[in-house]
């Protein structure tokens, strides 16, 4: 039986990720230090809170000591967000455990098996349906933290067709990420935002489309190129000797192996396929139902962690080997907890200091006497910028709408090409910012580090940040609307 592989967050990605998020709160915190306080007013309206647009007035700089900076990531356990955090918690604690269990018990090496015997060997084929499948779910339906399930079974079966981490990470939540961010009917996103500033549910979608195709088709031109090169020469990789060490490579020998019992192993495939299809309706039918658009995020961790374990007691395996690659799945993930909520007291940080609302309102003040091809690129860039605080698109939406919206109609610049700005800025930074949760979960089911990430990536987004910026000039040209 093969072991030698679980979802674990290596000693040199911690440290380095570590290093990464303690130089961020330290600058969050001198910019508490220099940046006034102050406040938008909020209301409630419809159960959401939203910011009354010129409303923004100076305040008093709360109270908050130096020593809060290396406290926060523990009390934001106790702040606002803190059933999310827990949340993500629980999530990847599950998942790393069900992950273990998969692979100790032969299952995962039967599902890459029977994926790569579907399409007859055609594994670039395979790369492009993959990766499209992905990119689908996070364009139509706003599905972008729940596919982490599915992270380490596209790792594996990168790695086993001869390319590597990065190519699996590029197949699996780098496409869901580039779908997501150009969203077409991303309820999240372009739901929220378009109700927002009351347009109709999810028009402009044919132009959306458009958009989606071509940076589709840039993608796998970026991972194919790289996938290939991999292939051809698998030193090329930046991840090589990362791979070797932790004994990764030749694991398309190694996968074959083993001596589980086929009738029970087909039993435990058919139990695993159960939950996954009770995963894909959960997915596939939270941007419509309010209850499961709540608690999609938990209600999937419990179907893959019931998944996961129920496959493996049903494959033969003995009880206490199930327990034990639980528990050594779920410690091996564990690291990325302390990772995490250092992330999230940046956000922390900067709110209870109450500087976000001034950093908001100088960067909405910019829009001030400028022209509409600015606006939009200043709209671009702000989302950028907020994301950094705020990962949440609903959030970001509830945030920047009600300030943008009434600035750009005093501009000139259509409301549809406003949402298209911010949808771009929320997507397309969520795997660059190492305080998104996704991606620091991500990597820690790998040897990829963050700083290897950030290089590697940047490739594509020198690709993709003009096609953009080009497509909303396009945007602000032809007015797209409705209004």
Sequence with gaps: ????????????????????LVILILAAGILT????????????????????????????????????????????????DSLTIITILLFLLMVGASFSVLQHSQILASVISRIITLFGGRKYLLLWVVSLFFMIIGGFFGIFEEVIPLVPIMIALAIHLGWDSLTGLGMSILAVNMGF??????PFTIGVAQKLAELPLFSGAAVRLVFFIIIYLIFMMFLMSYARRVEKNPESS????????????GKQVAWKAGETDARKLKRALLWFGVFTLLIAGVLFSAPFVEFLSSYSLPLVALLFFAGGLGAGF??????????????????????????????????????????????????SGWLNNTSAYSAALI???????????????????????????PLADLIGITRQSVITAFCFGDGFSNLIYPTNPVLLIALGMTVVSYPKWLKWSLRLWMWV???TILFLIFAVYIKFGPF
């Design 238 to 249: 930046p991840i090589y000797r990362e791979e070797e060490s932790a004994g990764l490579r």
């Design 181 to 186: 961010s150009t969203a077409i009917t991303n």
């Design 379 to 405: 709209i671009y860039g702000l989302a950028l910028v907020i994301e950094f605080f705020i990962g949440s698109g609903s959030a970001k939406a509830f945030l920047l709408m009600p300030i943008l919206v």
């Design 314 to 363: 049903l494959s033969g395996t003995s009880a206490k080997n199930v327990w034990k690659a639980a528990w050594d799945g779920a410690l091996g993930i564990a690291p990325g907890i302390p990772l995490i909520l250092m992330a999230s007291s940046i956000k922390f940080i900067v709110t209870e200091s109450a500087i976000l609302d001034t950093l908001l309102m100088h960067a």
């Design 33 to 80: 230090r220099i940046i006034p306080s102050g406040s938008f007013t909020r209301v409630e309206e419809n159960g959401s809170t939203m910011i009354v647009p010129g409303s923004y007035a100076p305040m008093d700089k709360p109270d908050y000591p130096i020593w809060r900076w290396f406290t926060a990531p523990v009390e934001v356990l106790a702040g606002p």
């Design 465 to 467: 940040l003009p096609v």
């Design 1 to 20: 039986m093969d072991t030698t592989q679980s979802a674990q967050i290596s000693r040199k990605s911690f440290i380095q990720s570590f290093i990464i």
